[in-house]
């Protein structure tokens, strides 16, 4: 079993920063995993932010957060982190990390390519 916790989140003006950590513990191989993060707010579905490949030598990030966010990760801490910058109201959500099930694929978008989550992290936008 792997459990992923979440930490960071809170409440931030807008155009604060903002990072996200995820922290990989139990049964796993984090080092060989690529990590995602997605975020639900109220009455949405769960929506893809970004992920990194098992290496950290590949990224992927959601159109409209080309540039805002960025995602990284520490292999020897079995953490992935997600840099929040320039946060803008409509980024208010529970953020989420998981793993995918497939170890040293690609990376994926969806959020059934993923198997172990996180209870996720709140994040608050003021205006």
């Known amino acids: 079993q792997v459990q992923l916790v979440e930490s960071g989140g809170g409440l931030v003006q807008a155009g604060g920063s903002l990072r996200l950590s995820c922290t990989a513990s139990?049964?796993?191989?984090?080092?060989?995993?690529?990590m995602g993060w997605f975020r639900q707010a109220p009455g949405q579905e769960r929506a893809f932010v970004a992920a990194?490949?098992?290496?950290?030598?590949?990224?992927s990030y959601a159109d409209s957060l080309k540039g805002r966010f960025i995602i990284s990760r520490d292999n020897a801490k079995n953490t992935v982190y997600l840099q929040m910058n320039n946060i803008k109201p409509e980024d208010t959500a529970v953020y989420y990390c998981?793993?995918?099930?497939?170890?040293?694929?690609?990376?994926?978008?969806?959020?059934?390519?993923?198997?172990?989550w996180g209870q996720g992290t709140q994040v608050t936008v003021s205006s």
């Open positions: 998981a793993s995918e099930k497939i170890v040293g694929g690609p990376i994926h978008q969806t959020t059934s390519a993923y198997d172990y």
């Open positions: 990194i490949s098992w290496s950290g030598g590949r990224t």
């Open positions: 139990g049964r796993t191989t984090f080092t060989y995993t690529n």
